[in-house]
């Protein structure tokens, strides 16, 4: 399946992005951390050169815990600071100036002996889309947070987010990269809703799912559709083990996969299925 999604303000982001990354001090990528490697954008880190980085693991509240703490562990290796959080309830956001704050602390000193006590740290949030960059702004700003003027030389109309007096936040769309390499990453985007759900077969994309939540985290499936799994089983065959059990059924007997399938990707977006990683830094090794 041939996993295409580039539309073309895109490239305007990308721009963008390059254009003001040197007006701020630290680069704040947020990716799900149900899929770490396929929500980060592999341009971002020539996009942004040698600034500090900091990686929001967001939406661990629905991925593995024992993966959150492998990948933390790989991102803080690579020099970058890690937060985990989950944007819709605000868990973890309350720490976010402080980790900011943490990472740029020989900077913020370089700044004081220069005589710029209380210089405010400029952040700017990139990511893809779908992976609630936005609702963590939202939360980390909260409600009575006030846009501050706009910066010499940052792109007209853009807007800079206040948070508090210290810190200051660049907010840019979502993007995505022009051509998946590897169609897996592709998928993983699609089951997590990061491209349109419209640009696919919805039945060929939950097979997949099923087949690779069924290899991953069997206890789960078995658990929640009441089917046995037989490894030997197609992937579509087990969507439609799980569907006759839910008595979706139509004419002739025959299992409504489309129904089927929609459930399948509502109740893992949701969570509802159970917390799952599906990508581990094992698959880093070779880049």
Partial sequence: MDVQWYPGHMAK????????????DVVVEVIDARIPISSRNPDIDSMVGSKPRMIVLNRADQSDEAMNRLWSDYFRSKGWAVLKTDSKTGAGVSQFSATVRSLLKEQIERWAEKGQVGRAVRAMVVG?????????????????SAKAQNKPGVTRGKQWITVDSGLELLDTPGILWPKFEDQSVGLNLAYTGAVKDDIMDLETLSSHLMGLLSCRYPEAIESRYKIKIDPAAQDWELLEAAGRKRGFLISGGEVDLERMARILLEEYRSGKLGRFTLESPDQMKES
């Fill in 13 to 24: 982001t990308r721009r963008m992005i390059v254009e003001n990354v040197k007006f701020v």
């Fill in 128 to 144: 893809v889309p779908n992976v609630g960059k936005s609702t963590f702004i939202n939360k980390v700003a909260g409600r009575k």
